[in-house]
T-cell receptor, first 111, second 114 residues
Framework: DAKTTQPTSMDCAEGRAANLPCNHS???????VYWYRQIHSQGPQYIIH???NNETNEMASLIITEDRKSSTLILPHATLRDTAVYYC????????????FGTGTRLQVFP | AAGVIQSPRHLIKEKRETATLKCYPI?????VYWYQQGPGQDPQFLIS???????DKGSIPDRFSAQQFSDYHSELNMSSLELGDSALYFC?????????????FGPGTRLTVT
């Protein structure tokens, strides 16, 4: 699986958009970008994934650059409950592939 | 919606004892994964099963073993426990045969070895 690079930590004001970047310059053509988050000591939670098109669901939006070497997870209106560690993971979709968690970005949402 | 169930949620054992952690995947999910998360660390993959067969293996100690049963639940058996085994153990499940491959995690079992 391709290696990803994320900032160690970020802050965001409540109600504002949180934009979390991820670099994955060695991503392969058949690898997807997945985002998970872990709220303190809870099980990681799936957020969204994408291949090359931008994706949106009820939790977040995922913007992937045209060359697919980087992506941004957007939480449009961050709340205090979004405070968590966010993991960007690149992997082939399908099969029984494990998730390889890197360091992730610790997002702190403040009032 | 039904989620992944793990039991027990908390477990305290002494060194050299054994422990068994159980995982009940989401109904119809056929793949189970185990992850270990030490204090202040990121989750690390241990082992996975698809249709009751081991599908992948990570940095799982030889003292640990796991299996998936006919009802798809899985058990992680840990023997000769060491202080360093104290961690959160997460189970995740996915539906390999379907259209959605995302892994869904349980709440974890917190193992404390004294």
């Amino acid at each position: 699986d391709a290696k990803t690079t994320q900032p160690t930590s970020m802050d965001c004001a409540e109600g504002r958009a949180a934009n979390l970047p991820c670099n994955h310059s060695t991503i392969s053509g058949n690898e997807y970008v997945y985002w998970y988050r872990q709220i303190h000591s809870q099980g990681p939670q799936y957020i969204i994934h994408g291949l090359k098109n931008n994706e949106t669901n009820e939790m977040a939006s995922l913007i992937i650059t045209e060359d697919r070497k980087s992506s941004t997870l957007i939480l449009p209106h961050a709340t205090l409950r979004d405070t968590a560690v966010y993991y960007c993971i690149v992997r082939v979709r399908g099969g029984t592939d494990k998730l390889i968690f890197g360091t992730g970005t610790r997002l702190q949402v403040f009032p | 919606a039904a989620g992944v169930i793990q039991s027990p949620r908390h477990l305290i054992k002494e060194k050299r004892e054994t422990a068994t952690l159980k995982c009940y995947p989401i109904p119809r999910h056929d793949t189970v994964y185990w992850y270990q998360q030490g204090p202040g660390q990121d989750p690390q993959f241990l082992i996975s099963f698809y249709e009751k067969m081991q599908s992948d293996k990570g940095s799982i100690p030889d003292r640990f073993s796991a299996q998936q049963f006919s009802d798809y639940h899985s058990e992680l058996n840990m023997s000769s426990l060491e202080l360093g085994d104290s961690a959160l153990y997460f189970c995740a499940s996915s539906f390999y045969s379907g259209s959605s491959y995302e892994q869904y995690f349980g709440p974890g079992t917190r193992l404390t070895v004294t």
